[in-house]
């Protein structure tokens, strides 16, 4: 079965500094694997996934990822962090279902949440 | 806004009853997903339907129940409410069965609240 980790429940970084949430993934096949983002009081939004491709993923609001298999890691990064960034961090994958090709449900890490300090 | 609504936003309800969550995907979208976010839990999978039939499942309780119905909106059952069943229930969808290309996106979620 696989599995996410997210290291550290809460990170905290001043504006304009790095922001590196960690992620490591257990799977036994080539997963997928999803950033997603929760902000108060809403649903989660898609950052970036990586699906085989390029192991340097790109995603929305400034944000990217790299899959390391050697390392079997999946953090996230963003150069310079606002106040808008704020918010709960999800590290996710998914595998191929049991029954044919087609992937199933995401498994979700704890999370981590983001402050960013003036 | 990720196109996928979900009522109601609250619900309050006591011990023993049973409730019905709705979720009406984005359109053109096939695939709808159940999730359930707990304190104590996280973030857990309960059940996917495609084109109106289960295909898969993951955490879901023998009390809870879902379908999918023909204009492709989706309920979520839960009977037999117990305290530990608070939490907040997302309901996402795709496009299609779950590939590479398959976006999950999530709708606002439905807050239960069991006293």
């Known amino acids: 079965a696989q599995s996410v980790t997210q290291l550290g429940s809460h990170v905290s970084v001043s504006e304009g500094a790095l922001v590196l949430l960690r992620c490591n993934y257990s799977?036994?096949?080539?997963?997928?694997l999803f950033w997603y983002v929760q902000y108060p009081n809403q649903g989660l939004q898609l950052l970036l996934k990586?699906?085989?491709?390029?192991?340097l993923v790109k995603g929305i609001n400034g944000f990217e990822a790299e899959f390391k298999k050697s390392e079997t890691s999946f953090h996230l990064t963003k150069p310079s962090a606002h106040m808008s960034d704020a918010a709960e961090y999800f590290c996710?994958?998914?595998?191929?279902?049991?029954?044919?090709?087609?992937?199933?449900?995401?498994?979700f890490g704890s999370g981590t949440r983001l402050q960013v300090q003036p | 806004d990720s196109g996928v609504t979900q009522t109601p936003k609250h619900l309050i309800t006591a011990t023993g009853q049973r409730v019905t969550l709705r979720c009406s995907p984005r359109?053109?979208?096939?695939?709808v997903y159940w999730y359930q976010q707990s304190l104590d839990q996280g973030l857990q999978f309960l059940i996917q339907?495609?084109?109106?039939?289960?295909?898969a499942k993951g955490n879901i309780l023998e009390r809870f129940s879902a379908q999918q119905f023909p204009d492709l909106h989706s309920e979520l059952n839960l009977s037999s409410l117990e305290l530990g069943d608070s939490a907040l229930y997302f309901c996402?969808?795709?496009?299609?069965?779950?590939?590479?290309?398959?976006?999950?996106?999530f709708g606002p979620g439905t807050r239960l609240t069991v006293l």
């Open positions: 996402a969808s795709s496009v299609g069965i779950g590939t590479s290309t398959d976006t999950q996106y």
């Open positions: 799977s036994s096949v080539p997963p997928y």
């Open positions: 990586y699906t085989s491709a390029a192991t």
């Open positions: 996710a994958v998914s595998v191929p279902g049991a029954s044919d090709t087609g992937r199933r449900a995401l498994t």
């Open positions: 359109s053109g979208d096939l695939s």
């Open positions: 339907y495609y084109n109106g039939e289960e295909r």
